[in-house]
């Protein structure tokens, strides 16, 4: 194909369908594809690993009992937000625990600490991230746990058996910097507050999922916007005619996902 069969086009999408995009786009992954059946998938509880973990779910059938508004283990509200849609507060909904997915059946109340030890390669570890260097194809996670919680167990299968970590992440988690350098700083002894870890996995943000589920290549290009569009990012998104109308229909279906409430 030539660069005149080619054409760029732009398409905005805010966080939540970024979220969905992503969860879609994990299905098509060879890894995943071989593991859902036959291995071990552990979906560590997260927003967007929410979104993931429906689509997995849903790919199995068993989707019915599960919830995204608890499908964390912390997260960041505005200042002012203090309850949920039902008057409660957030700590009130129970958390059901991660997702652990043992050959194809998902094992209820099961948490990656109740796994790590029986993982083994060509299992798959699915965890979130805080902070996303786009450049450098690199993560990082915040850590609040004195024993670095989830992300600590999850490394000791990851290094310790080849088990294969892959890291959904949005867009609207980038950061202009270093990553090793940041964390050096958050986690200095002078330092206060969470610690910063980057991570090495692989990452999917919405350029990978659309080009997973597309083939076609998308570059961000802008982004922000007012009335509920803050956070939101524009991508230029190349490839042939056909491909992107294939992209349009995905962004039309996916702009439907409603901005994720507790």
């Known amino acids: ?21 992503i969860a879609k786009s994990l299905l098509l992954l060879p890894s995943i594809k071989k593991a ?18 429906e689509e997995i779910l849903r790919e199995l059938n068993q989707l019915s009992d599960f919830s995204k508004k608890r499908f964390f283990r912390r997260i960041t509200l505005p200042p002012t937000y203090k309850k949920t849609k039902t008057g409660g507060n957030v700590d ?9 997915i043992v050959n194809g059946k998902w094992e209820k109340g099961k948490t990656i600490f109740d796994a790590v030890d029986s993982l083994q390669k060509e299992d798959i570890i699915i965890k979130g991230a805080n902070a996303l260097d786009i450049n450098n194809n690199q993560a990082a996670i915040f850590i ?7 992300i600590n167990a999850a490394l000791q299968a990851v290094l310790g058996r080849r088990v294969q970590l892959i890291l959904p992440v949005g867009l609207e988690k980038r950061i202009v910097g270093d990553l090793n350098y940041l964390a ?3 986690n200095a002894t002078n330092a206060s507050g969470l610690r910063l870890f980057p991570v090495n996995g692989r990452i999917i ?23 509920g569009a803050e ?9 042939s005619a056909e491909q992107l109308e294939k992209v349009e229909k995905l962004v039309k279906e ?9």
């Not at 609040?144 to 989830?150: D, Y």
């Not at 956070?231 to 490839?239: D, I």
């Not at 996916?254 to 507790?262: D, M, Q, R, T």
Request: aromatic share 10%; hydrophobic share 45%.
């Open 92 to 100: 009130d909904i129970k958390f059901i625990g991660d997702v652990v």
């Open 254 to 262: 996916i702009s439907k996902e409603p901005a994720f409430e507790l």
């Open 36 to 53: 859902i059946k036959n291995h071990t998938i552990v979906i560590i509880a997260g927003t967007t690993n929410g979104y993931v973990a």
């Open 231 to 239: 956070g939101s990012y524009w991508l230029a998104v190349t490839g």
């Open 184 to 186: 050096n700083k958050l």
């Open 1 to 21: 194909m030539g660069k005149a069969d080619l054409f760029t086009k732009q398409f905005l999408i805010l966080p939540a369908p970024g979220k969905r995009l």
């Open 205 to 227: 943000t919405e350029i990978e999922a659309i080009n997973l589920l597309t083939g076609t290549f998308a570059e961000i290009v802008a982004g922000g916007g007012i009335c």
């Open 144 to 150: 609040e746990h004195f024993k670095a919680g989830t």
